[in-house]
């Protein structure tokens, strides 16, 4: 039996990060990307390699400029399907938004509207109805620079607005000196194609099949290193040391694509009844490769499951942090357990994931021991379920965990598709 090899792991990171570099969603190079992946698929002699593309919207930033009402240049990044500003830009008074209470939003007509607040699909109308000039982004962490994001493409088609993401520090000193900002976008909404690429190691039982997944794609201009290079590594690693094993049950693993523009891949994995039918559990690696960082699980399954990983990691002696709550962020192991499917998403999070979506997430922050114990949990735990005789958990969501993910999805304007 072979074991799961970190340095293995690492470099595989490095080809995608360094040699690939930039994956963003719907473009050549994460198209580039998937094809790299499937042929160390073809190279590890997995059954059943596909490549299943779907259509994204995306759009592609061809201006993006912020400039004081001194002159002084500010950097920014045009959100991803925002409104471009009339060529001249839009020029205001920045005013933070902390509520999307009528009263806040009274504040920010004719203003530049810098959010200090989440803003799901009614919100976002909500505060465009306000008639601000524009939206900026800010980033969260003092000292980091701009972070690439985008808009889902759904929520732009009722109304839209110009919106640029901002550095924590260059929004601060704006709100601080009250200086009119003039902000100048173009941007370009376009279809693009994406795809997932998916590959078994055949068990003997039928219908009770075992997933493992990453994505692989990025945001525009960064190399996503331990976003998600990191996590896809982990399963190129999995996939090639346990591709010669006799498994009861069929291991299939999967690199999705178009995450970053709303977790399209595995919507698009999910949304596919033949996909889900057979499915019994999706553990999903996302964030990982960060040498300084611990590891955390999100189970979005039933209890035994939750157990059943409990008892691995401390069998293993693999300090592990387990909760159930969806917290702020989302990845791909949501939509699968939206469709029914108990999933885990296993992560190492640190000081590092801070800077995650901006220029500086690149290798400097990974190591190859990063992903020893990812590495040695994961094979641990797929291989007890692939060889099992009874699974040990049933296919089923808890009620609260199926509610907080109604919401979640119900305030993104995403409805589930009827299976036939
Ligand atoms: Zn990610």
Redesign the pocket.
């Known amino acids: 039996m072979k074991s799961f090899d970190a340095q293995t792991a690492y470099r595989y990171m490095e080809n995608l990060a360094k040699d690939i570099g930039n994956r963003e969603s719907g473009t050549d190079s994460e198209r580039r990307a998937a094809a790299q992946i499937q042929a160390w698929f073809e190279e590890f002699g997995l059954s059943s390699i596909r490549m299943e593309e779907f259509e994204v919207q995306t759009s592609r930033i061809l201006k993006e400029e912020a400039a004081l009402s001194d002159g002084t240049k500010l950097e920014c990044a045009a959100v991803g399907n925002s409104l471009s500003t009339p060529p001249e830009g839009v020029e205001g008074e920045v005013i933070m938004l902390e509520s999307t209470s009528p009263e806040a939003l009274e504040t920010i007509e004719d203003k530049i509207a810098a959010l200090n607040v989440v803003l799901y699909e009614k919100d976002f109308h909500k505060a465009i109805e306000s008639k601000p000039l524009a939206l900026i982004y800010p980033s969260q962490t003092p000292l980091a620079p701009t972070i690439y994001r985008s808009v889902r493409s759904e929520w732009t088609k009722k109304q839209n607005i110009p919106a640029v993401s901002m550095a924590h520090d260059d929004v601060l000193s704006v709100l601080k000196t009250g200086k009119k900002l003039r902000i100048v976008t173009e941007v370009e909404q376009i279809a693009a194609r994406s795809q997932n690429v998916t590959g078994d190691v055949p068990g003997t039982l039928e219908g009770e099949d075992l997933l493992v997944g990453?994505?692989y794609d990025t945001v525009r201009t960064v190399v996503?290193a331990h976003?998600?290079a990191a996590?896809t590594a982990v399963v190129l690693e999995l996939a090639r040391v346990l591709s010669h094993e006799k498994l009861n049950r069929t291991l299939r693993f999967a690199a999705f694509g178009s995450?970053?523009l709303g977790l399209r891949g595995s919507f698009n994995y999910a949304e596919t009844s033949n996909h889900v039918e057979n499915l019994r559990f999706y553990l999903n690696l996302?964030?990982h490769g960060i040498l300084l960082g611990t590891l955390n699980a999100m189970v979005l399954g039933p209890e035994d499951l939750k157990s059943l990983l409990r008892f691995t990691a401390k069998e293993l002696g693999i300090p592990l942090k387990i909760t159930s709550e969806l917290g702020r962020?989302g990845?791909?192991h949501m939509p699968l357990a939206f469709y029914g499917v108990p999933s885990i998403s296993l992560s190492r999070t640190g000081g590092a994931a801070q800077i995650?979506h901006t220029e500086l997430e690149d290798l400097r922050w990974c190591g190859s021991d990063a992903f020893a114990l990812a590495g040695k949990i994961s094979q641990t735990f797929l291989e007890r379920l692939a060889k099992a005789a009874e699974l040990p958990f049933e296919k089923e969501i808890p009620s609260e965990i199926a509610k907080a993910l109604e919401k979640r999805f119900a305030d993104s304007g995403i409805r589930r598709k009827p299976h036939d």
Do not use: K, L
């Open positions: 990453g994505h996503g976003d998600n996590g995450e970053e996302d964030v962020g990845s791909d995650m």
